[in-house]
T-cell receptor, first 110, second 115 residues
């Protein structure tokens, strides 16, 4: 089955700096890659996603890039703010199944 | 729309007791999922249902059973609870379109403690 690895597991940045989280996947048939943000005690919520026929997608301060050849995708958050502090999960999807990374705990220091 | 609704939100059980976690979605999604979330281990799939009438095992199915009661509802049952099943349980649903998979929508979770 699919295996998704996510790095780093923890990340601390100064407010205003950029944060980058990287994921790799093993199955070249994966064709959909969502990113979720989970605040403490809350549900995971979708923040951005990308399909395999697209190399990059941007939504305000958040962007995702996908390299199908290397089988990796990354989340980029620019101009970080304290409210960006949360756990972020990447996922890779094949058919009806979703495979999650183990999460990155992001702390934005004011 | 309520999205994905899970009940109960919290539950404490004794070892050996049984219980059913309920999940319902109102988005007309075909696929529904049960995950458990433990510290440092992300979301692990217990069971999923690609459509009404079908269920399949995920990564960690042992000790659990599921029922896809209808298109809206997908329940998770612990027949004989064990302390190792202490976790936060999330239900999710997703649809499909011509463009392919759609994102999962999660419920608020059930925090389950087994003593």
């Amino acid at each position: 089955g699919e295996n998704v690895e996510q790095h780093p597991s923890t990340l601390s940045v100064q407010e205003g700096d950029s944060a980058v989280i990287k994921c790799t996947y093993s199955d070249s048939a994966s064709n959909y890659f969502p990113w979720y943000k989970q605040e403490l005690g809350k549900r995971p919520q979708l923040i951005i996603d990308i399909r395999s026929n697209v190399g990059e997608k941007k939504d305000q301060r958040i962007a995702v890039t996908l390299n199908k050849t290397a089988k990796h995708f990354s989340l980029h958050i620019t101009e970080t703010q304290p409210e960006d502090s949360a756990v972020y999960f990447c996922a890779a999807s094949i058919s009806n199944q979703f495979y999650f990374g183990t999460g990155t705990s992001l702390t934005v220091i004011p | 729309n309520a999205g994905v609704t899970q009940t109960p939100k919290f539950q404490v059980l004794k070892t050996g007791q049984s219980m059913t976690l309920q999940c319902a979605q109102d988005m007309n999604h075909n696929s529904m999922y049960w995950y458990r979330q433990d510290p440092g281990m992300g979301l692990r799939l217990i069971y999923y249902s690609a459509s009404e009438g079908t269920t399949d095992k995920g990564e960690v199915p042992n000790g659990y059973n599921v029922s896809r009661l209808n298109k809206r509802e997908f329940s998770l049952r612990l027949e004989s609870a064990a302390p190792s099943q202490t976790s936060v349980y999330f239900c999710a649903s997703s649809g499909r379109s011509r463009g392919g998979n759609q994102p999962q929508h999660f419920g608020d979770g059930t925090r389950l403690s087994i003593l």
